[in-house]
């Protein structure tokens, strides 16, 4: 199964940048280990995957090795979106020996950090399966990783909620408080932002009715129980799209979709994450 092709990847440029970050924390002035190996030597390495898993991150992984060895071959047999069986070999890497060491722990960082987004992603999807509820992540990314993570949500089948603050206004409590009222932050909003998408972040169904007078695009509905999520999409029908949000894991996430809500959304996807099992083997030419 595969699926990633139809995700593109953040900008070269944002790729680059995030590659070099990762260069500048663990290589620094130069890798001193690799000094061991013959300047002019050459290598082969092959990547396995030693769990079942997602796969997501070639573009960084590629880049890692490529900005150290623009002559690296990079063969792959895996596209990003596929679903990997544990124990198989999934890229084979030709190139000089001391790039392919110096790259290895940063690339295989991206690998792992990524793909294990996209695979957790994947299992909500399946705890999702038989209702028409989407899936979508939210802003809980790791700081300087956010383009990247979302990438990896797509890929693992889920979808992305705002970017940043900058392009969709989400009204919380906060905001309804200093405003003065939900219609009253709600026509600021309209007024200042008047093209972005407007969602509404409720805590009762008294809330969720002044946000539907007051014609919000979306509502979240926040850690509604169920037959409040179930009143919630009674009361709405279809005048806006409803958002659940808090306390969703996947024992719960199944459950929450048969309500009927359009989107449910969930930080786990992009900060409780557990790298994939990845190792890459090396041997000189």
């Given amino acids: 199964m595969s699926h990633g092709e139809r995700y593109s990847p953040p900008l070269t440029e944002q ?3 995030d590659v070099e970050r990762a260069f500048a924390e663990d290589v620094g002035a130069g890798d001193a280990t690799a000094d061991l190996l013959p300047e002019s030597g050459f290598a082969t390495a092959v990547l396995t995957c030693r769990e079942h898993a997602v796969l997501a991150g070639r573009p960084w992984f590629d880049a890692c090795f490529r900005q150290l060895d623009p002559d690296v071959r990079i063969e792959w047999l895996h596209q990003d979106g596929d679903i990997l069986a544990a124990d198989r070999a999934i890229c084979t890497l030709h190139g000089r020996a001391r790039a392919l060491v110096t790259a290895e722990r940063s690339a295989l960082n991206f690998l792992q950090l990524l793909s294990g987004t996209a695979t957790v992603t994947a299992r909500y999807m399946a705890a999702l399966a038989g209702t028409r509820t989407r899936l979508l ?6 700081p300087g990783l956010r383009l990247a993570q979302k990438y990896a949500v797509r890929c693992g089948g889920g979808g992305n909620h705002r970017i940043g603050l900058y392009d969709g206004v989400l009204i919380k409590e906060n905001h309804i408080i200093a405003a003065g009222g939900i219609a009253a932050a709600m026509a600021a909003a309209r007024r200042l932002h008047p093209t972005l998408p407007l969602e509404v972040e409720v805590e009762d169904l ?14 979240m509905i926040d850690n509604f129980d169920l037959p409040a999520m179930r009143e919630a999409v009674r009361i709405a029908a279809g005048r806006a799209s409803l958002e659940a949000s808090g306390n969703v894991d996947l024992d719960t996430i199944g459950a929450i979709g048969a309500t009927g809500v359009d989107f449910v959304s969930v930080g786990a996807l992009t900060k409780h994450v557990r790298a994939v099992d990845l190792s890459l083997r090396l041997r000189l030419d």
Avoid: P, V
């Fill in 206 to 219: 008294d809330e969720l009715r002044a946000a539907l007078a007051a014609g919000a695009d979306r509502i």
């Fill in 15 to 17: 790729i680059r940048l």
């Fill in 137 to 142: 992540d939210t802003r809980k990314t790791l």
